[in-house]
């Protein structure tokens, strides 16, 4: 009935926060940081407030992209690529306060914009309350400030970034099937749960009605773990087809 859950190694998890910690603290101020800054946060607000907001706005959207393109090359042309890393960091450790509701509403709008809708869209939260593991929501975020710079959504992320940005997708409901089993390539190439990957991958297989590829897929976790549960299933399985 239900597939495997996303599993990430909790030293990785744990070393990984501790980065983000060190590299927003180490984040030099200066004009291009503030000016960043500032355009990001305005960004966010618009989105807070949804189309109407955006669309009584100044300017145009292309035009804000662009100014926020600008002022990211600035910083990038300050401190380099890892100076946007340390920024998308530093965004990131303001995250937990804002999902809190420890923040006065516009602090709140400048910090997470359209991300609540984007939680309830991709499954993490639920009737209000985040279900999604720590790292998965982080680096959702991070994704959604890369986006905000003009970069790659998983710029700089770390191999268990990786894992809990396409792990999600992969291993949660919210995305059909074929996207979850593209997803689960990308959490395989960043290192992902060998085991895990391969119990999803069968169950995938099962949901898209491809028995003889599940059942061969039960078997090799049969083969590789000693699961009499996998090995039941690529039984019952046999019998399907």
């Given at each position: 009935r239900e597939?495997?859950?996303?599993?990430?190694?909790p030293?990785?998890?744990?070393?990984?926060?501790d980065?983000?910690?060190?590299?927003?603290a180490?984040l030099?101020?200066?004009?291009?940081?503030?000016?960043?800054?500032?355009?990001?946060?305005?960004?966010r607000?618009l989105?807070?407030?949804?189309?109407e907001?955006?669309r009584a706005?100044?300017?145009?959207?292309a035009?804000?992209?662009?100014?926020?393109e600008?002022?990211?090359?600035?910083?990038?042309e300050?401190?380099g690529?890892?100076?946007?890393?340390?920024?998308?960091?530093?965004?990131?450790?303001?995250?937990?306060?804002?999902l809190?509701?420890?923040?006065a509403?516009?602090?709140?709008?400048?910090?997470?914009?359209?991300?609540?809708?984007?939680?309830?869209?991709?499954?993490l939260?639920?009737?209000?309350?985040?279900?999604?593991?720590?790292?998965?929501?982080?680096?959702?975020?991070?994704?959604?400030?890369?986006?905000?710079?003009?970069?790659?959504?998983?710029?700089?992320?770390?191999?268990?970034?990786?894992?809990?940005?396409?792990?999600?997708?992969?291993?949660?409901?919210?995305?059909?099937?074929?996207?979850?089993?593209?997803a689960l390539?990308?959490?395989?190439?960043?290192?992902?749960?060998v085991?895990?990957?391969?119990?999803?991958?069968?169950?995938?297989?099962?949901?898209?009605?491809?028995?003889?590829?599940a059942?061969e897929?039960?078997e090799?976790?049969?083969d590789?773990?000693?699961?009499?549960?996998?090995?039941?299933?690529?039984?019952?399985?046999?019998?399907m087809?």
């Amino acid at each position: 009935r239900e597939g495997p859950a996303i599993a990430l190694a909790p030293a990785e998890v744990r070393a990984q926060l501790d980065a983000d910690a060190r590299a927003a603290a180490e984040l030099d101020e200066s004009a291009a940081l503030t000016e960043l800054a500032a355009r990001v946060d305005a960004q966010r607000r618009l989105e807070a407030g949804g189309a109407e907001a955006q669309r009584a706005a100044e300017g145009t959207h292309a035009d804000r992209m662009g100014r926020l393109e600008a002022a990211a090359a600035a910083l990038r042309e300050e401190g380099g690529e890892e100076a946007l890393d340390a920024f998308v960091a530093s965004e990131a450790e303001g995250l937990a306060a804002a999902l809190q509701g420890a923040l006065a509403p516009d602090a709140e709008a400048a910090a997470l914009g359209s991300f609540p809708r984007m939680l309830a869209r991709y499954g993490l939260a639920r009737e209000g309350a985040l279900v999604a593991p720590r790292l998965v929501t982080r680096s959702l975020f991070k994704a959604t400030v890369n986006g905000l710079l003009q970069r790659e959504l998983t710029a700089g992320f770390s191999a268990v970034e990786l894992q809990a940005y396409w792990g999600w997708l992969a291993f949660s409901e919210a995305a059909p099937v074929d996207q979850r089993r593209g997803a689960l390539t990308r959490f395989r190439e960043a290192g992902g749960d060998v085991t895990r990957s391969l119990e999803l991958e069968a169950w995938l297989a099962f949901r898209s009605g491809t028995f003889a590829e599940a059942a061969e897929l039960y078997e090799r976790l049969a083969d590789a773990t000693g699961s009499q549960r996998a090995r039941n299933h690529a039984l019952a399985l046999v019998a399907m087809y």
